[in-house]
């Protein structure tokens, strides 16, 4: 199972654009790399998930490096509501896969 | 995107009572839901891995006869917390993924239980 790292917290500013890395050096070759929001006293929701490359959609860009070693979520513009917790996930599909959440970064977004 | 609930979101409850908390999907079928509590300011712990028509697999230190899993359709899940105690007071979170084999996960709302 491949272990992530976060920073435990960062903070921004409205419209900013913010970028959290998560490292997971022993990603296996058919490991997806997902991201979750997670707001106070509420369940996560999915943001995004990427093999390689990069991937967007209307919430947010995913960048996967070569080695895939690491990814980096970019939140375009952040606004206050954008404060939440984020965590990245490292999994394959198929039938074994046990969704395992690490500390997460705690993003905070000042006026 | 799939949809999945969870009942009830809040529950207040006598030491020594069992309370039962429901998750759903509701636009999906999920053969598999994992069940998760979650302290403040804590991240999610995996608790255990519900299958649809046989035992759940429970993480290591869970125990398996305080937090009864039953997922007897292709839709529900039911997570029992018997005998509840003070401790057990958390914020329990279901997930389930929209299709079999999928590695990303739709997350029920919460449910807080407060034992008292």
Redo the contacts between chains.
């Keep these: 199972l491949a272990k992530t790292t976060q920073p435990i917290s960062m903070d921004s500013y409205e419209g900013q654009e913010v970028n959290i890395t998560c490292s997971h050096n022993n990603i296996a070759t058919n490991d997806?790399i997902?991201w979750?929001q997670q707001f106070p006293?509420?369940?996560?929701?999915?943001i995004i998930?990427g093999y390689k490359t990069k991937v967007t959609n209307e919430v947010a860009s995913l960048f996967i490096p070569a080695d895939r070693k690491s990814s980096t979520l970019s939140l375009p513009r952040v606004s206050l509501s954008d404060t939440a917790v984020y965590?990245c996930?490292v999994?394959?599909?198929?039938?074994s896969?046990?969704?395992?959440?690490?500390?997460?970064t705690s993003l905070i977004v000042h006026p | 995107?799939a949809v999945?609930s969870?009942h009830p979101s809040r529950v207040i409850c006598k030491s020594g009572t069992s309370v039962k908390i429901e998750c759903r999907s509701l636009d999906f079928q999920a053969t598999?839901m994992?069940w998760?509590r979650q302290f403040p300011k804590k991240?999610?712990?995996?608790m255990a891995?519900s299958n649809e028509g046989s035992k759940a697999t429970y993480e290591q230190g869970v125990e398996k006869d305080k937090f009864l899993i039953n997922h007897a359709s292709l839709t529900l899940s039911t997570l029992t917390v018997t005998s509840a105690h003070p401790e057990d007071s958390s914020?329990y979170?279901?997930?389930a993924?929209p299709e079999?084999?999928?590695?990303?996960?739709?997350?029920?709302?919460?449910t807080?239980l407060t034992v008292t």
């Design positions: 997806y997902t979750y006293s509420q369940g996560p929701r999915f998930q965590y996930l999994g394959a599909s198929g039938g896969y046990i969704p395992t959440f690490g500390r997460g | 995107g999945v969870q598999t994992f998760y991240s999610l712990m995996l891995t914020f979170i279901c997930s993924p079999s084999g999928r590695t990303e996960q739709y997350f029920g709302p919460g807080r």
